[in-house]
Nanobody, 123 residues
Framework: QVQLVESGGGSVKAGSSLRLSCSAVGGSLSRYHGGWFRQSPGKEREYVAG????????DYPDPVKGRFTISRDRTRKILYLQMNNLKSEDTGVYFCAASGKGWNRGATTFNHWGRGTQVTVSA
């Protein structure tokens, strides 16, 4: 069973940058499509980025497009989410996810999840 562990969250001011990382314990991410989601209190979990298992295609919803970049390292075992020009509305718990099947923006597509890392952006 692949267990995902996120790191890199923190509290920053608006306009700052953060880079989140995600690695697998008990397995490898190299054959999984990767994704990042976030959730704020009272809101549903929201997709923020996705990448194919080989890393040749990425996808972003409009709220983060041009500011967030998802990538994976050369071994494809670590997922990254580079977040630039952060805004207060980016505040939330960020989850790493992996899919061994399809790849789309739906949370149900991803069958492995991390516990999340908190990102807080203050004005």
């Amino acid at each position: 069973q692949v267990q995902l562990v996120e790191s890199g969250g923190g509290s920053v001011k608006a306009g700052s940058s953060l880079r989140l990382s995600c690695s697998a314990v008990g397995g490898s991410l190299s054959r999984y499509h990767g994704g990042w989601f976030r959730q704020s209190p009272g809101k549903e979990r929201e997709y923020v980025a996705g990448i194919t298992w080989i890393g040749d295609n990425t996808d972003y919803p409009d709220p983060v497009k041009g500011r967030f970049t998802i990538s994976r390292d050369r071994t494809r075992k670590i997922l990254y989410l580079q977040m630039n020009n952060l805004k207060s509305e980016d505040t939330g718990v960020y989850f790493c996810a992996a899919s061994g099947k399809g790849w789309n923006r739906g949370a149900t597509t991803f069958n492995h999840w991390g516990r999340g890392t908190q990102v807080t952006v203050s004005a």
